[in-house]
T-cell receptor, first 116, second 112 residues
């Protein structure tokens, strides 16, 4: 089975540019999560979706960040305009709901973003 | 606000040793607790998930325990191997387990 697929793996861009990160969740999973990992703050949840609907975006740092999930197999995280402090590794994860037991989240390999 | 602390921050052991990684959390009203492994340049891999009603979970050489009332969890690794070298992250689940609050991790190095 293919896992969570993220693209690009690496992105280097200049301050002020728009950045779009992409994620394909595991087929059949109805939850999708976006995280950010930095040395200073560790791993933080930015936003999560259930059945393509945003449920909690309280972790989104600023209005410069936006996320969409137009269908069950695709999500984007956009930063516009980007700033050097947005440099981090961004992870996407997905999971499924099971009425019997909790299911773990499955993570992609991340996008390493560097804003110059 | 939930805070998750992991001790030690780093650990170096010779191959074959049994070891314990510790995780503590400030709010005991959790839905579940998960242990993840992260290899350099990679995403997180789920190792064990303990539901709030459970006391422990086992998978192979790994055993995780949960004491919700005291806000503690431990990950026990038996007979460590060089392949176990990685960062181990503890995360408590809130809101039906959908919101994970992570600790900073323990960097483990197993020397051959």
């Amino acid at each position: 089975d293919a896992g969570v697929i993220q693209s690009p793996r690496h992105e280097v861009t200049e301050m002020g540019q728009e950045v779009t990160l992409r994620c394909k969740p595991i087929s059949g999973h109805d939850y999708l999560f976006w995280y950010r990992q930095t040395m200073m703050r560790g791993l933080e949840l930015l936003i999560y979706f259930n059945n393509n609907v945003p449920i909690d975006d309280s972790g989104m740092p600023e209005d410069r960040f936006s996320a969409k999930m137009p269908n069950a197999s695709f999500s984007t995280l956009k930063i516009q305009p980007s700033e050097p402090r947005d440099s981090a590794v961004y992870f996407c994860a997905s999971s499924s709901w099971d009425r019997v037991s909790d299911q773990p989240q499955h993570f992609g390999d991340g996008t390493r973003l560097s804003i110059l | 606000k939930q805070e998750v602390t992991q001790i030690p921050a780093a650990l170096s052991v010779p191959e074959g040793e049994n070891l314990v990684l510790n995780c503590s959390f400030t709010d005991s009203a959790i839905y579940n607790l998960q242990w993840f492994r992260q290899d350099p340049g990679k995403g997180l891999t789920s190792l064990l998930l303990i539901q709030s009603s459970q006391r422990e979970q086992t998978s192979g050489r790994l055993n995780a325990s949960l004491d919700k009332s005291s806000g503690r969890s431990t990950l026990y690794i038996a007979a460590s191997q060089p392949g176990d070298s990685a960062t181990y992250l503890c995360a408590v689940g809130e809101e039906y387990g959908n919101k994970l609050v992570f600790g900073a991790g323990t960097i483990l190095r197993v020397k051959s």
